[in-house]
């Protein structure tokens, strides 16, 4: 079974930058697909940003130019390092991980995805 657990969230102001990061059990970011998912209350989920197995990314428009995605495959772990942290970005991050290596073009809420982290939260102020 594999277990996602996120860190790193915070507080920060507009402006700000924070690193998130998932460490999965096992190693899979080198054969998964690996996704950063976001939900903020009263919205559905969104997907963040993406990465393939060989390590293709895609992000969210929004957040194009501000986040970056990237992995560690000997240390197991993901990351989201983002910048210039904007209040509408505030949510609860999730870290998710399919199975098939080419993440989905068309499954923006990750429906398809087989494993989720517990969260981590994000909150920026203005």
């Known amino acids: 079974q594999v277990q996602l657990v996120e860190s790193g969230g915070g507080s920060v102001q507009a402006g700000g930058s924070l690193r998130l990061s998932c460490a999965a059990s096992?190693?899979?970011?080198?054969?998964?697909?690996m996704g950063w998912f976001r939900q903020a209350p009263g919205k559905e989920r969104e997907g963040v940003a993406r990465?393939?197995?060989?390590?293709?990314?895609m992000y969210l428009d929004s957040v194009k130019g501000r986040f970056t995605i990237s992995k560690d495959n000997a240390k197991n772990t993901l990351y989201l390092q983002m910048n210039s942290l904007q209040p509408e970005d505030a949510a609860m991050y999730y870290c998710?991980?399919?199975?098939?290596?080419?993440?989905?073009?068309?499954?923006?809420?990750?429906?398809?995805?087989?494993?989720w982290g517990q969260g981590t939260q994000v909150t920026v102020s203005s």
């Open positions: 998710a991980a399919n199975r098939f290596g080419n993440c989905p073009k068309l499954d923006p809420r990750g429906r398809t995805y087989n494993y």
């Open positions: 096992g190693y899979i970011l080198s054969s998964y697909c």
């Open positions: 990465m393939d197995s060989d390590g293709s990314t």
